[in-house]
DNA sequence: CACCAATAGTTTGTGCCCCAACTATAGCCG
DNA sequence: CGGCTATAGTTGGGGCACAAACTATTGGTG
């Protein structure tokens, strides 16, 4: 058996959208990892205090819907960050069955060194800004049609 | 604390190419999975087939450098792969501490029924072919910088 | 009021992902 | 030859992701 590698193979690896797709997000998250270490933070609780920063309070079904993120994903991560003092989940009185997810100081305070971290990563990929832009419009037509 | 969305906040949700890279990449693994289901592969493990219809055999170090994968996520990945009989890991004679992973006749067969995969994607999204052609651009010009 | 369906979270199981520590073989070099 | 270092793969730990089963509250509707 030999390589069977061929401009025209639909199924090389080279042509798949879906493997770029993939590496390009573990590689990307692999950018953060280092800036997001010191700050307690890995890139999915990363996404969970961007949620909260612009819009807490906010229910688990809430952040499951901005983050796309299952439920169940999300329960565990959210005891990790209470865990370390970011946030706080307390019954909603109005609804016994939801939980309100807020800020602690703490928390709050983590706003400001993280607002470095943008910044940070465009440097360190060194794309022009425009190019990102195109890509999130682009991705996010993807997002959209995959639903 | 209201709500603090804001257009030139750099900490929106919304604007964060790595958020949106990582929704894409979930969004269409989902996309994948009920075509991969019948055939007992998730979406890593059918990359992993990918590589070795193109290009077994392959040591495990190689695949990791093709999917850019750590080893120690292939490790059990690829017995769950001999498990059900699609390939064989056996050590290189020629260097004991490598492993030659081969595909069996059922592994080499499933290549046939994966052919529909990547059409079936595609009509799925509903993107335009050329868009998907940029996007992997742009994808591979992201894997790059990342590095 | 009592039941019943819907909704919000949690838990459990399987698999992926990275890292760090470990084992074993290989290759080099005095 | 004997030991050193490098390389290949495995293992274990922490955390993410999804699905399915489960608990608890809520809000009808008869």
Redesign the pocket.
Known sequence: MSDTADTANPLALEEQVCFAL?VAA?SV??VY?PLLEPMGL????YLVMLALWQHAPL????I?EL??????????????LEAVGYLR?ER?P???????VTLTPSGQALRERAEAIPPAVVERLGLPVEDLRDLHAALTRVIASAR
Chains 1, 2 share one sequence.
Do not use: I, M, Y
């Open positions: 993939s573990r998250v692999a990892r890995t890139h999915p609780q229910s688990v079904r809430r499951s983050l796309q993120l299952d439920p169940g994903t999300l329960s565990p991560l959210l005891k990790r989940r909603d109005g609804d016994e069955r939801s939980l309100a």
